[in-house]
Nanobody, 114 residues
């Protein structure tokens, strides 16, 4: 599965941004699909995920501010990010698990700075 992210950019604290992830396969058929992020000098962390077995999960630091969603007609995964903070800065990658195989996108940079 090939995953391609888009929508990153530079925003000020408090602003919003929406990321998109397109896939070469049908997103609704994946066992799991979601978003991870990695900041410089930090470990990669879960942002949000959609799982066929457990539903929606969010990282603690984004709960209440970020929303993950899926558009089956467009075959796109979204991450709506509101009330962005400087600590949300990082490379956001789309991740998918399908038939036991994990795939990652190249990532899109999100920078939150005044």
């Amino acid at each position: 599965v090939q995953l391609v992210e888009s929508g990153g950019g530079l925003v000020q604290p408090g602003e919003s941004l929406r990321l998109s992830c397109g896939a070469s396969g049908s997103i609704k058929s994946f066992n799991l699909i979601g978003w991870y992020r990695q900041a410089p000098g930090k470990q990669r962390e879960l942002v949000a995920s959609l799982s066929r077995s457990v539903g929606i999960s969010y990282g603690d630091s984004v709960k209440g501010r970020f929303t993950i969603s899926r558009d089956d007609a467009k075959n796109l995964l979204y991450l709506q990010m509101n009330s962005l903070k400087p600590e949300d800065t990082g490379v956001y990658c789309c991740h998918a698990l399908f038939l036991g195989v994990e795939d990652w996108g190249q990532g899109t940079q999100v920078t939150v700075s005044s």
